[in-house]
């Protein structure tokens, strides 16, 4: 969403500002490639929450298993006492 927004707005301040000198065309330029270092770099954090969501829910799932493992092994060795 922030893309969508930004690029329009990047491209009415190229449009508004094509009457004036290089240097202003220069900042444009430069505007541009920020903003598009932005929205690559907020790609970027989007990525490492998924990844850091993936090993959270992978850590909770082994222990998840451990537990259960250990409550079957503890079932199954009362389970041979009582025989």
């Given at each position: 969403?922030?893309?969508?927004?930004?690029?329009?707005?990047?491209a009415?301040?190229?449009?508004?500002?094509?009457?004036?000198?290089?240097?202003?065309?220069?900042?444009?330029?430069?505007?541009?490639?920020?903003?598009?270092?932005?929205?690559?770099?907020?790609?970027?954090?989007?990525?490492?929450?998924?990844?850091?969501?993936?090993?959270?829910?992978?850590?909770?799932?082994?222990?998840?298993?451990?537990?259960?493992?250990?409550?079957?092994?503890?079932?199954d060795?009362?389970?041979?006492?009582?025989?």
């Open positions: 969403m922030r893309k969508a927004l930004l690029i329009p707005v990047a009415a301040a190229a449009l508004a500002l094509s009457a004036c000198g290089q240097s202003a065309k220069n900042e444009t330029a430069e505007a541009s490639e920020a903003m598009a270092g932005d929205s690559n770099t907020m790609g970027e954090a989007v990525n490492d929450v998924a990844a850091a969501e993936d090993a959270a829910f992978d850590a909770a799932q082994n222990s998840y298993d451990t537990v259960a493992n250990a409550t079957d092994e503890a079932v060795e009362a389970a041979d006492e009582v025989d």
